[in-house]
Each structure stands twice: as C-alpha cells, then as structure tokens.
C-alpha cells in the first residue's frame, strides 16, 4: 500500500468554514483537493491501492487529521472532492478516530503523531526535499509512505526532526505543486510495480 501525509498550515478545519465556497480563502484547500486528484485518480479508473492522510492545522480547530481510501462503495469525483472534505470535517466528533463515509476517516491528530503511528505500523516513510536522494535512484519500500506540505511546506521545527527519522527523496532539482509531486512519486511507483 502506498500512502502520502500531506500537510497544510492554513487549510480549514471545520465543514462551516469550507462551505463559503471560495477554497483559496478556506486556507488553500484548493491544494488540497488537487493533491487528492493527483492520489487518487486516474483515466477511467481510480487507485484503490493509495491512502492519502491529509493534516490540517488552520482554523477553527486544528489539527485534524483525514483518512481516505478508495473503496467500492465510495461515490467520489473530481467535481466534488471539496464537498467530500467538507462531509468529513462535518461529522468529526470529539475524541474519536470516526468513518465518516467508507474509508474516510476523521480524528483530531497532530501531524508528528500521523508520521509516528505510520512508522510503528512498519511502513517505510519518505519525507518530500530537494535536497533528497533522486526517487529514480532510491530503494522504496512496498509499504512506503511519502510526506509533502502546501505551499509553504514543511513547518521547519518538524522538518528537521523528521529528516533525522526517516528518509528524503527528491522528484527534480525545481520546486513543482504539491499535486504535481505526487503524480510524479505514483509514476515512478507504478514502473516499479510497487
């Protein structure tokens, strides 16, 4: 199974919040909802081998942390992924890790404790930096997870702690959209049929 944890500083953390409609005011959703696309999507088909974990910390009640997993039984389209965020967000409750629809989770959870659950559940995690090792020429796991911010990254106090937990791969010497990264990391996964 191949995961992605990516991290936003300023995507909304309440249903209330998302349904003023406009995403780049909803602290960037916008980036959100493409990295979903890019995870998840494919020509006529959809990955059911993909988990994305999404970990907001903006406003009104940060963290949270998402859960999703395509299953058969998920009605899910690229038309209307931010409503699927904002059914999430609506129907989280306090204290518990709750599925909200099939395979869509939602809990309150920090993003160090999202990395530290992954890695004790034996996945091998690889934190997104140019300044990585080339994905081309890294050993990947077949339980891999890759992590990735927003727009403005990382926060850099958790950055650093994590370059020394687990391992830094790069997808190019430029800087590309956090969408963009993560069609990249499912190519080069897809050749390697992992």
């Known amino acids: 199974m191949r995961q992605f944890v990516y991290f936003s500083k300023t995507a909304v953390t309440s249903g209330n919040a998302l349904s003023e409609g406009n995403l780049m005011k909803a602290g960037r959703m916008d980036i959100a909802i493409h990295t979903i696309i890019a995870g998840f999507f494919l020509s006529h088909d959809l990955r059911k081998d993909t988990k994305m974990h999404l970990v907001f910390y903006g406003m009104p009640d940060p963290p949270k942390h998402i859960e999703i997993q395509v299953k058969p039984e998920l009605d899910i389209s690229k038309k209307d992924v931010a409503n ?3 059914k999430i967000l609506y129907k989280y409750r306090e204290g518990e890790k709750r599925e909200v629809l099939p395979g869509c989770f939602v ?3 920090s993003f160090l404790k999202v990395i530290e659950e992954l890695i004790d559940e034996g996945n091998e995690v690889y934190i997104l930096d140019k300044k990585g ?7 990947i796991s077949k339980d891999c997870v890759f992590v990735l911010g927003d727009h403005e990254g990382l926060p850099p ?3 650093k702690r994590l370059k020394k937990m687990v ?19 499912n190519n080069e996964l897809d050749r390697r049929g992992i």
């Open 84 to 86: 699927l965020i904002r």
């Open 167 to 185: 391992n830094s791969v790069s997808v190019g010497p430029k800087m590309y959209f956090a969408s963009q990264v993560v069609s990249v990391v």
């Open 107 to 109: 809990e309150k959870k």
């Open 157 to 159: 106090k958790e950055f």
């Open 133 to 139: 090792e080339d994905i081309r020429e890294a050993k």
